[in-house]
T-cell receptor, first 111, second 112 residues
């Protein structure tokens, strides 16, 4: 999935720790979003951004912060990690056709 | 807000048979309905999408149908092959990809 780069690919945290999942795109798309994927629940929207300086909440925003200072980057911050945030996180950009183009994911485990 | 339900949760077919996955949505204002395929360890990839002004769309062995009145849409895969084995997600949104809402997914296994 060249064009959307997520780091790290794997991370283990202890409850209460903070961390940032990075998402960078080289396709110059305005719309970026973060989803989490849990077994049996599909992908759920956490936060999204329609352009630099503009962010909004999705379906499951609690416990997560985002910012969008540049078109290229859209980091997702966990301020105080909880076991319920154990999940696979996907960053996606929206192409002009409407297609969401996903990164390869970041697998997070919170102990 | 939008709610998307997807059935079945798992589907096993013999190679060469057809597979059908069905989804229903709740928001009558939704106008964009994509289908994604996710292979193990990868991000979802778009395989086909349909907009509300079209009732059916085909791309080789894959087709999607949309019934706006009943608020449901379906994915049809013909002549299935082992490489079709994956998790498939349907989704719906207003405005072509804004705040896309996903179904829970279908695990498709194609047995050779």
């Amino acid at each position: 999935n060249a064009g959307v780069t997520q780091t790290p690919k794997f991370q283990v945290l202890k409850t209460g720790q903070s961390m940032t999942l990075q998402c960078a795109q080289d396709m110059n798309h305005e719309y970026m979003s973060w989803y989490r994927q849990d077994p049996g629940m599909g992908l759920r929207l956490i936060h999204y951004s329609v352009g630099a300086g503009i962010t909004d909440q999705g379906e499951v925003p609690n416990g997560y912060n985002v910012s969008r200072s540049t078109t290229e980057d859209f980091p997702l911050r966990l301020l105080s990690a909880a076991p319920s945030q154990t999940s696979v996180y996907f960053c996606a950009v929206r192409r002009e056709t409407g297609e969401l183009f996903f990164g390869e994911g970041s697998r997070l485990t919170v102990l | 807000g939008e709610n998307v339900e997807q059935h079945p949760s798992t589907l096993s077919v013999q190679e060469g048979d057809s597979a059908v996955i069905k989804c229903t949505y709740s928001d009558s204002a939704s106008n964009y309905f994509p289908w994604y395929k996710q292979e193990l360890g990868k991000g979802p990839q778009l395989i086909i999408d349909i907009r509300s002004n079209v009732g059916e769309k085909k791309d080789q062995r894959i087709a999607v149908t949309l019934n706006k009145t009943a608020k449901h849409f379906s994915l049809h895969i013909t002549e299935t092959q082992p490489e079709d084995s994956a998790v498939y997600f349907c989704a719906a949104s207003r405005g072509y990809g804004n705040k896309l809402v996903f179904g829970a997914g279908t695990i498709l296994r194609v047995k050779s």
